[in-house]
Every structure is written in C-alpha cells, then in structure tokens.
C-alpha cells in the first residue's frame, strides 16, 4: 500500500520551463512533508520541507505548494536548468519523525 | 571524506551466497537505517535502529537482518541472497534533539552499494 502517491513518473521540460511533480496522501497523521533530489550515482539529499501550518514555502527557484484539505502538495521548479535533472522524491514523515515514507520517485530531465 | 560511507558500492554475487553490506557514518547521529530502491519503486525502508540496543523492522525486511555494532556502524545481511534483491542499497543517518522545535529527522545518505545477484 503506498502511502505516498508521486506523478509523474518521468518529466522532460525546456530549459527555462517550470516542472511541477505532484504528491497525494492519505495518512492524516503526516505532520512533515520533505523532497529529496538525488542526482545520479549518489544518495538522495534534502532539497525542501514544508509543515502543514503553511500552504507554500519558497527558497530559490523551489517552490512547495502545499493543500491540506485535499491531502495534496507539489514541487514547482521554476526557470528549470539542466543542472537541475535529477530524481525527486517527495516524502511524509509524522511525529517524532520515526520513519520516513517516500513516493516512488520522478525522473527529470531538462533539455537545454 | 563523506560522512556516510558504504562499502561494497558494487557486488555482484550469486543466488544462496551470503552478502553483506557495511554502513559506516562520523556524523554522530543515533539513528541509522537501510533502504533498497528500485526503478518505480522509490525507497523502501528495511531496517532502522534508534541506538546501539535498538533494532526495528521496516517495511519490507523479510530475507534481511542487520547488525548495529556500535554508534557509528550499521550492516545490512542477505543470509541467502535471491535474484530478486537485485537493488540499489542506502545507508541514511539522522538525528532528532528531544524538545528541540526544529528537528526535521533529515536523512542523511550515503551513496549507495548496487547489489547484484545472479
């Protein structure tokens, strides 16, 4: 059973586009909703959180929209760069953050 | 030097051998765990230990077992290794500050051991 549901599954977007990869979940008990970028051959990394007392958190060119009462939130990468292509996995965490419980992952690729 | 450092990063073994995968970290951390990942399948938890004496079950950890030796040190066993654990193996540490309003529990990786079984 996945707890946490990402799409696409794969993404190619121009240079100076803006990706958005979207993630739903169903455990109301989530409390701390992180992405973790992971480019190839190393390990993933934390790129952005969010907690669900705020409905968007910016830091750069990432973006994380965030709707409670749907149980949904997304990444937006604006004005993607080709140094941006990587695999981004959204991920929910509940109290005491014990166990992390990841989306299966979206490959992105960003054509110059 | 990474501050989580996995070895083997590569093996390639045959179905019934025993594989064992070492995770090592100096970041200080208490909590240390096992993930496998697969193509579609993102990153499944294996195993994960809160400290030296504390070992849990993760979501899939039949055909596992693990081994925290101290702190800093957390391997990964395949008793039997089957062709369908052929994956992408991490290592992630974290630490949590009790009382503290800014933990996160971030993961901390490291970069991976592909395992191969024939």
């Known amino acids: 059973q996945q707890q946490v549901k990402q799409s696409p599954q794969s993404l190619i977007v121009q240079k100076g586009g803006i990706s958005i990869i979207n993630c739903a979940y169903e455990?109301?008990?989530?409390?701390?909703f992180p992405w973790y970028q992971q480019f190839p051959g190393k390990g993933p990394a934390l790129l952005i959180a969010i907690r669900p007392d705020v409905s968007e958190k910016k830091e750069g060119r990432f973006t994380i929209s965030f709707n409670k009462s749907a149980k949904q939130f997304s990444l937006h990468i604006m004005d993607s760069q080709p140094g941006d292509s990587a695999t981004y996995f959204c991920?929910?965490?509940?109290?005491?953050?014990?166990?992390?419980?990841f989306g299966t992952g979206t490959k992105l690729q960003v054509i110059p | 030097d990474a501050d989580v450092t996995q070895t083997p990063r590569n093996r390639i073994t045959k179905t019934g051998k025993r594989i064992m995968l070492e995770c090592s970290q100096t970041?200080?951390?208490?909590?240390m765990y096992w993930y496998r990942q697969d193509p579609g399948l993102g990153l499944q938890l294996i195993y994960y230990s809160f400290d030296v004496k504390d070992i849990n079950k993760g979501e899939i950890s039949d055909g596992y077992s693990v081994s925290r030796q101290a702190q800093a040190k957390f391997s990964l066993s395949l008793e039997s290794a089957i062709p369908n654990q052929t994956a992408l193996y991490f290592c992630a540490t974290s630490d949590l500050i009790v009382g503290q309003r800014s933990n996160t529990g971030e993961l901390f990786f490291g970069e991976g051991s592909r395992l191969t079984v024939l």
């Open positions: 455990n109301t008990a989530f409390d701390y």
């Open positions: 991920a929910a965490t509940s109290g005491g953050y014990q166990k992390v419980t």
């Open positions: 970041k200080g951390h208490d909590r």
